[in-house]
């Protein structure tokens, strides 16, 4: 991992060391997984439930990409995928805070898109 991108990613919130320690400092593993993070669908999966009031799928979608940025250390995008998904923890459509739910999105389509750019703009040739 070149420096540029290893700055870019901490700059904007990832936690590199500590996911290297859980790639064993195989900084190759890692690159691997982090790159694998431009072709995850959860995020369009769960802008397309919210849009169809699939409130259900929404949580699914987002418990797993909670997950995939927990273990790549993609922090900013794991705390609105957290924050997501307990909004929509065992509620039915009418106890959703639709609202605080289009708030909480609206933070995670940011922090997903900037990493997305970062992680392709440093993507091997």
Do not use: W
Request: net charge negative.
């Amino acid at each position: 991992m070149d420096e540029k991108f290893r700055k870019q990613m901490e700059e904007n919130g990832a936690n590199v060391n500590t996911t290297l320690d859980r790639f064993m400092g195989n900084e190759a593993l890692y690159m691997k997984f982090i790159m694998k993070f431009l072709d995850d669908k959860n995020f369009e999966a769960l802008v397309e439930n919210i849009a169809a009031g699939d409130y259900e799928g929404a949580f699914n979608s987002a418990h797993a990409l909670k997950g995939v940025t927990a273990n790549l250390g993609l922090d900013p995008i794991n705390t609105a995928a957290a924050q997501i998904t307990e909004l929509l923890r065992n509620k039915q459509a009418q106890e959703v805070d639709v609202e605080k739910l289009k708030e909480c999105r609206e933070q995670l389509e940011e922090a997903y898109n900037r990493f997305q750019k970062i992680i392709g703009d440093n993507k091997p040739q």
